[in-house]
């Protein structure tokens, strides 16, 4: 869906976007990471033509932008950098202002139909005659959310779409974006809350200081530690069975450097070592995350 | 399209359209091989041209008067004047004055002259009269160019080369005054290459000056003989009307005060019929003149009192005099009235002329 | 998107907070003649304001010239400086590209709503006047008399009307286009309006000043007042024409410059 080669952006000395080479594949829930001033926003900018790419490439719903904007935005629901509404309207007229700004003719009846399910389906009530300079900031973001669902696109393009709302109203969007992964639409996700896209990615992208430092899909990240904790109140018995391979002990925990848990266990179990636990021990995504980031630091 | 060809464009596209402007006057004059003193009695003859166009002329000349008698004359020498020309002949023409929110006009029909002013919503009716104060007429290149020409001799008179007037080629002329007494330097005057009506006179006060203290010139022409119904007044019933003796009251009034003026002052011959100009004065030639017009005390009293205020103005034994430019103004108060001399000539020549005028002048009451 | 950018026009609070505030000028005169009689002298002062005195039909027009030489240029100014600085100031800019909407036709509708602004505003400043002339100023006998002093026909006088109030809207076309590029240089819609006005504040000083001769029939006032000579009699077309070419070569090339700063302009906010 998304497929960019070496995609820069600089601004006069600084290369704000450096040769990132992303790749998004229909289906996925892609959760673009990166924090704040990495360079997340220039390249949803490039994707979506709003800023010219110095160098490189970017291929979008199969066609290159910005070359084919006109046919590939209209099937893409943007939220980029904060919502965006006339303060003097009502969310209705909002909606129903961006959408007759262009693309096909539709039948007021059938728009009007569809802003108020859009509206809904973001949780604003239809009915709601205050103008946008009233909303709160939640209200804002889930009207931008509303925006970018208008057109039923095949691809979400959504630039931090959580921010300014309450966990409610997270965990809200979170349902509603999965589901609408569950019926087809791919959702390219940025953010630089990293439990955000921990919980909803199917595939991450990492960025820092403009490069892309891993990129891979969830199920395929290196989570695997070669460590198992054992608790057990035989802490010495453990000790002196697994000389050289424990790498820590603690109280009644003990981390040991094997590969395979269930041969741990019978081995334990074999040599009369109580075991109150024993489990595999997984990296976090922060860790993962934060790996990257340090190897790719100069 | 990149940034750059884009920006090229919109570059070009200005050029092209700020140049437009210039067009219409780049293409060259061509050069006529006329004779000088065949040029100025071309010039002479077209008086009978008729012709309609706008005229711009603009005066450096700032003369200390104001108020409603003289101040149109301080306006003519020192400001911009735009007019529009409708031009049958010497004896039937108008002229509007065009102003941002009004406009004056003048008609001449015959023997009769109309002035409009809009603002006032007023016209005024008054049988024509020579004995007049300068008025817009007077900056028509036409006649301005057959006033200064006149009885210009053919030593004085040089060509210059062609140029563009008015979308048209024109004649240059150059007189240069022999008079030492006259203070314009030299007189320059293109006149269409095929009429011969004068489209430009510009007067200098010095002989290298680069800016000239009078220029007038045709900004359009159409030389067709206007319409009767063009050169002829119709007014609306709803505007105010009024009869008078003379277009400018005061220099009208005054003008049949009880004088017969001397036949020369300061040895220059006074121009025109006696009988036509009664009590007021013209002496000179070309553009060496002098104007003498008998003043009553109430006018004069008011002219005093403004040239005084003025810092350049002085007074001599003679009068009081002062000098802007080429024009030399003496106000000279005598036994028999108060007379305002002024002229193109030196100051030196004006107190000679009111020193011969106070001697010369003849009272018939 | 015209359609939108219109509508999107009308329902702003700024355009009628902007056309009342230009009402203002000519009713608070119109007020002041009713009670003192007082014409301006000639030769001074707006035109046809000497005029309404007798013949308070005229006072459209001189509403007209109230407004044109400062107030109307400057609404423009302020309405065509907010058209893209506005949109990024609240935050819709981008979200307008996304939809997509084509630069060139963004541009090409936001110069449209300028213009609509400028023909609803003279519009309702001229029907203002209209009533105000009728209920406070003279009520002439004779028929509407020409500046050259002839007298007008109610035809006549209907065309030439018609026509000063189109080269009133025409000659805003400069000022809605200088507003329009400054609009796409800045974010700051307050400082696209406020270099617009400066640009005028220029024109104005060098079109009183003789050394700057050459470069007046470049100046963007040059010929506004101009249409006073529509009432001349016969009409006075030269600088009517040469006011009509000036604003539509201002549009071409200020509407063009505007175009090519935007084109690919990054939308950063």
Redesign the interface.
């Known amino acids: 869906m998304i497929r960019t080669q070496g995609l820069t952006k600089s601004y006069r000395h600084v290369r704000a976007v450096d040769s990132i080479d992303l790749d998004v594949r229909e289906g996925d829930v892609y959760g673009f990471l990166g924090a704040n001033g990495s360079g997340k926003t220039t390249t949803v900018r490039m994707l979506l033509g709003l800023v010219l790419a110095s160098q490189g490439e970017a291929e979008v719903l199969g066609e290159s932008m910005p070359r084919a904007a006109k046919s590939v935005l209209p099937r893409i629901g943007a939220l980029v950098e904060g919502p965006g509404a006339y303060p003097h309207l009502s969310g209705r007229a909002n909606l129903t202002l961006f959408d007759s700004a262009s693309g096909p003719r539709v039948r007021r009846a059938a728009r009007r139909a569809r802003v108020r399910e859009v509206l809904d389906q973001v949780g604003l009530d239809p009915d709601d005659k205050r103008p946008t300079k009233a909303y709160s900031l939640g209200m804002r973001q889930r009207l931008g959310l509303a925006g970018a669902l208008m057109r039923r696109p095949p691809l979400l393009v959504l630039d931090e779409p959580t921010n300014g709302l309450d966990p409610q109203g997270i965990r809200d969007i979170r349902e509603l974006l999965l589901g609408l992964n569950r019926a087809g639409t791919t959702v390219f996700l940025s953010s630089h809350l990293l439990a955000e896209i921990e919980q909803m990615s199917t595939r991450i992208g990492v960025l820092d200081r403009g490069r892309l430092v891993l990129q891979s899909d969830m199920a395929a990240l290196p989570t695997e530690t070669g460590l198992v904790r054992v608790r057990t109140p035989d802490v010495a018995a453990t000790v002196s069975l697994l000389d050289g391979r424990v790498e820590h002990r603690e109280d009644d925990v003990v981390l040991v450097r094997i590969e395979d848990p269930a041969t741990l266990n019978h081995r334990l179990v074999s040599a009369g070592v109580r075991v109150r636990e024993i489990a595999p021990v997984h990296r976090g995504l922060e860790e993962i995350v934060l790996a990257a980031t340090e190897t790719a630091a100069p | 399209?990149?940034?750059a060809t884009?920006?090229l464009?919109?570059a070009l596209?200005?050029a092209v359209?700020?140049s437009?402007?210039l067009v219409s006057n780049a293409v060259p004059a061509k050069e006529s091989r006329i004779g000088a003193t065949a040029l100025a009695r071309r010039i002479h003859d077209a008086s009978d041209v008729g012709w309609s166009g706008?005229v711009r002329s603009l005066g450096s000349v700032q003369v200390p008067l104001s108020g409603a008698t003289f101040g149109g004359v301080a306006r003519l020498l020192g400001e911009e004047t735009r007019l529009?020309v409708w031009w049958r002949d010497p004896e039937n023409w108008r002229t509007?004055r065009?102003?941002?929110?009004?406009?004056t006009?003048v008609v001449r029909d015959g023997g009769l002259t109309a002035q409009?002013?809009?603002?006032?919503?007023q016209?005024s009716f008054t049988p024509y009269s020579p004995i007049r104060l300068p008025g817009d007429v007077d900056v028509v290149p036409a006649a301005l160019a057959r006033r200064l020409l006149a009885g210009a001799r053919p030593g004085e008179l040089s060509r210059l080369p062609a140029q563009r007037i008015a979308g048209r080629s024109a004649a240059g002329l150059r007189l240069v005054p022999a008079d030492k007494r006259s203070t314009i330097a030299h007189v320059d005057v293109w006149a269409d290459e095929s009429t011969g009506l004068p489209l430009r006179v510009q007067v200098y006060a010095e002989p290298a000056g680069r800016a000239p203290v009078l220029s007038t010139e045709l900004t359009?022409l159409d030389l067709t003989r206007p319409t009767v119904d063009?050169t002829h007044?119709?007014?609306?019933?709803?505007?105010h009307y009024s009869r008078g003796v003379s277009l400018d009251a005061a220099a009208g009034a005054n003008a049949y005060a009880p004088f017969i003026p001397p036949d020369t002052v300061a040895g220059l011959p006074r121009r025109g019929r006696a009988e036509d100009f009664g009590a007021v004065g013209v002496y000179g030639r070309g553009p060496t003149a002098v104007l003498a017009v008998p003043l009553r005390d109430s006018i004069a009293r008011g002219l005093r009192d403004q040239l005084r205020r003025s810092a350049t103005s002085k007074e001599t034994a003679v009068g009081l005099e002062i000098q802007v430019g080429p024009l030399s103004v003496l106000l000279q108060r005598g036994r028999r009235g108060n007379f305002l001399l002024a002229g193109t000539v030196t100051t030196a020549t004006l107190e000679t002329a009111a020193t011969d005028l106070a001697a010369g002048v003849v009272r018939t009451r | 998107m015209i359609r939108v950018e219109l509508s999107k026009m009308l329902r702003r609070p700024l355009t009628w907070v902007t056309i009342v505030a230009l009402n203002a000028l000519p009713t608070l005169v119109a007020v002041l003649l009713a009670l003192t009689d007082i014409?301006?002298?000639?030769?001074?002062?707006?035109?046809?304001?000497?005029?309404v005195l007798?013949?308070g039909t005229l006072f459209p027009l001189a509403a007209l010239?109230i407004v044109l030489p400062l107030f109307l240029p400057v609404a423009v100014a302020v309405v065509g400086g907010d058209a893209i600085a506005g949109e990024v100031q609240s935050d819709t800019l981008r979200y307008l590209l996304v939809r997509p909407v084509s630069r060139l036709r963004l541009l090409v509708a936001k110069l449209t709503s300028i213009i609509a602004f400028v023909v609803l505003a003279t519009l309702v400043v001229a029907l203002v006047a209209y009533v105000e002339g009728k209920l406070l100023l003279g009520k002439?006998?004779?028929?509407?008399?020409?500046?050259?002093?002839?007298?007008?026909t109610q035809t006549q006088m209907a065309e030439r009307t018609g026509m000063a109030f189109v080269y009133v809207v025409l000659a805003m076309l400069g000022v809605a286009a200088i507003a329009l590029l400054l609009s796409t240089m800045t974010d700051s819609a307050v400082a696209a309006a406020l270099g617009t006005i400066g640009f005028l504040v220029a024109s104005t000083v060098l079109l009183g000043l003789d050394a700057a001769e050459s470069v007046k029939?470049?100046l963007v006032t040059r010929y506004w007042?101009s249409f006073?000579?529509l009432f001349?009699d016969?009409i006075?077309w030269?600088d009517v024409i040469h006011g009509v070419l000036a604003q539509l070569?201002y549009l071409?090339?200020f509407a063009?410059?505007a175009?090519?700063n935007f084109?690919?302009r990054d939308v950063n906010r």
């Open positions: 399209m990149i940034p884009r920006w464009v919109v596209v200005a359209l700020a437009l402007p706008e529009r509007d065009l102003r941002a929110t009004g406009e006009d409009w002013n809009y603002e006032d919503n016209v359009s063009q007044f119709t007014f609306s019933r709803s505007i | 014409g301006p002298r000639p030769g001074t002062g707006p035109p046809f304001l000497s005029a007798t013949d010239g002439a006998t004779g028929g509407v008399v020409s500046v050259s002093g002839s007298a007008l029939p470049y007042l006073v000579d001349r016969p006075r030269t070569a071409v090339v063009g410059a175009w090519a084109a690919t």
